[in-house]
């Protein structure tokens, strides 16, 4: 089955710089690529997603970039904020109907920006 | 907004007790999921449906089990509790057929079983 790795585990950044997590993941027929974000005491919350047939895809700090041939892809923060404190996981998933949407997260950065 | 709760945000039990979580959504949505979330290992998925009276095993089913009586509710049971079930669980439901994998999460609960 797909495994998913997430490095690094923790990152601390100084407000206002970048930060990169990078996943690598195992299953060829991935095609879905999504990026959760959970804040202290809270749920999961999807932030970007991507799809193998693009290999860049951007909203307003946030940038996912996907190499397919290589199985990696990337979530880069630009212009951080206090506010980008959280746990990030990266995902891959078939996307097929048979799987229910199943979806197989990475461990998890704990990334935090430093004043 | 989608909705999704869970009974409880934090529950202690004792080893060998019968321990149901509960998890609600408000978005009519197909999909329905059990995750436990543990330090360094990820959200990891124990049991998942699509259908009302439907299950899968996901990753790690053992010692649990679950229940979809009606499209909004779904439940984990933990026949007979132990300590390494101590853990952040976390419900999440998603949409069928929308061309959108996007799963929607509850707060969580945390067991601690003693």
């Known amino acids: 089955g797909e495994n998913v790795e997430q490095h690094p585990s923790t990152l601390s950044v100084q407000e206002g710089d970048s930060a990169v997590i990078k996943c690598t993941y195992s299953?060829?027929?991935?095609?879905?690529f999504p990026w959760y974000k959970q804040e202290l005491g809270k749920g999961p919350q999807l932030i970007i997603d991507?799809?193998?047939?693009?290999g860049e895809k951007k909203d307003q700090r946030i940038a996912v970039t996907l190499n397919k041939t290589a199985k990696h892809f990337s979530l880069h923060i630009t212009e951080t904020q206090p506010e980008d404190s959280a746990v990030y996981f990266c995902?891959?998933?078939?996307?097929?109907?048979?799987?229910?949407?199943?979806?197989?997260f990475g461990s998890g950065t704990r990334l935090s920006i430093r004043p | 907004d989608v909705k999704v709760t869970q009974s409880s945000r934090y529950l202690v039990k004792r080893t060998g007790e019968k321990v149901f979580l509960e998890c609600v959504q408000d978005?009519?949505?197909?999909?329905m999921f059990w995750y436990r979330q543990d330090p360094g290992l990820g959200l990891r998925l124990i049991y998942f449906?699509?259908?009302?009276?439907?299950?899968e095993k996901g990753d790690i089913p053992e010692g649990y089990s679950v229940s979809r009586e009606k499209k909004e509710r779904f439940s984990l049971i933990l026949e007979s509790a132990s300590t390494n079930q101590t853990s952040m669980y976390l419900c999440?439901?998603?949409?069928?057929?929308?061309?959108?994998?996007?799963?929607?999460f509850g707060p969580g609960t945390r067991l601690t079983v003693t």
């Open positions: 995902a891959a998933s078939e996307g097929g109907y048979s799987s229910a949407s199943k979806i197989i």
């Open positions: 449906s699509y259908d009302v009276k439907m299950k």
């Open positions: 978005m009519d949505h197909e999909n």
């Open positions: 991507i799809r193998s047939n693009v």
């Open positions: 299953d060829s027929a991935s095609n879905y």
């Open positions: 999440a439901s998603s949409l069928q057929g929308s061309g959108s994998y996007e799963q929607y």
